[in-house]
């Protein structure tokens, strides 16, 4: 078990996580009892095979999915069992999520999407803030252009974006480079880890590409729900 002193210090807590789902064939545990600790401003890479369990672990940090057993912390707050609002209003707060398949909204344009999280907090000057964000990323000339009408490394930069804009103190990231190809996924992954330079962010990656994993400070490596490895990258 974790210990509560250590709150102070972590960005995320998972304290004996189980996730267990029914299926046609029964139940299926998906998560097994994990225990992990990850200090504030660590850069963790989160791997292993297919089916491992790594999503399901990265969707219970980002509280979209609810453990059948165990203590979430995340940002210092117990997360377990907060109700759909207040989780909601939590994430808006704390963590940006970049998911594979960029998860745009297709009705809007890159200055829309990349809005839209802080026009849902109130925050005021929203427009401008994306245009600088996504003028970070390289897209000060497709604003008003919808997801229809960019490349897929376009729209995974516009979700980066999007992810950034609200400067969250965790990013969790899944596969953000799966569909890209190597250069445009080299960019996006320079993007991800500048925000961490500049802003001290957590960040936990979900790859299969071992050349990323060595650029984490941390790699966790999952099998059959577990952690079986736990190693600080030299």
């Known amino acids: 078990m974790l210990d509560a002193q250590s709150t102070s210090s972590s960005a995320i807590q998972l304290d004996n996580i189980h996730l267990r789902l029914s299926s046609d064939a029964g139940e299926v545990n998906i998560l097994r009892g994990i225990n992990v600790d990850i200090k504030r401003g660590e850069t963790i890479g989160l791997v292993g095979p297919s ?14 999915e609810r453990p059948t057993e165990g203590t979430v912390r995340v940002a210092g707050n117990d997360i377990t069992h907060f109700n759909e609002d207040k989780l909601a209003l939590f994430r808006r707060e704390h963590t940006g999520i970049v998911f594979q398949n ?3 909204v297709p009705t809007m344009t890159a200055l829309e999407n990349v809005a839209l999280p802080l026009e849902f907090a109130g925050r005021t000057h929203a427009f401008e803030a ?13 604003l008003e252009h919808y997801p229809g009408q960019l490349s897929g490394g ?20 899944d596969e953000p480079t799966g569909n890209l190809d190597g250069k445009t996924g ?5 993007l991800l880890f500048d925000l961490h330079h500049r802003k001290g962010t957590t960040l936990l990656l979900i790859t ?10 941390r790699t966790l490596t999952m099998a059959d729900g577990h952690i079986v490895a736990d190693e600080t990258v030299s």
């Open 51 to 64: 089916g491992s369990g790594k999503t399901s672990m990265l969707m219970v940090v980002a509280g979209l």
């Open 186 to 190: 080299e960019t996006v992954m320079e």
């Open 154 to 173: 376009e729209q995974q930069r516009v979700a980066l974006a999007r992810a950034f804009v609200t400067e969250p103190t965790i990013l969790l990231a």
């Open 208 to 217: 299969h590409a071992p050349e990323l994993a060595k650029r984490c400070s």
């Open 102 to 104: 960029f998860h745009l």
């Open 130 to 142: 994306a245009r600088e964000q996504l003028a970070a990323v390289g897209l000060d000339h497709r």
